[in-house]
């Protein structure tokens, strides 16, 4: 699992929703939160695939995210929750940060990927 900088998480949601010209990006991070709040049904996760296709093309940024955070040393945290949660869902929510991630970017919040992940475990 990926964690964030939490404090780049929400500023970086605060400017997709706020400026303009991102716009797309906010419908985009809309989009993921209406899928996600789905019941998982054989329809729900196809159209959870679906859209993670269609950003993870739209947003190379994914998975630089993705790649970079593969590349981390894995933390070993004791109180890891027993619960799976759906491939298709868990890859939106990574869509969801990536996202994130590009705005931080292009609104040069950040300089790097690297900067906004805060570990993996």
Do not use: W
């Not at 959870?48 to 933390?75: C, G, H």
């Amino acid at each position: 699992m990926i964690h964030f900088d939490n404090n780049l998480a929400k500023e970086a949601f605060k400017i997709a929703h706020e400026a303009h010209e991102l716009s797309d990006v906010a419908n985009d991070l809309n989009r993921i939160n209406t899928v996600l709040s789905t019941t998982p049904t054989i329809e729900n996760l196809f159209e959870a695939q679906r859209l993670d296709n269609e950003l993870r093309e739209k947003y190379p940024t994914i998975d630089k995210m993705l790649a970079i955070a593969n590349s981390y040393p894995m933390v070993t945290v004791a109180s890891q929750s027993n619960t799976q949660e759906l491939p298709e869902y868990a890859n939106l929510k990574q869509d969801y940060f990536g996202i994130l991630c590009y705005v931080l970017l292009k609104k040069e919040i950040t300089t790097s990927i690297e900067q906004f992940i805060e570990r993996v475990d």
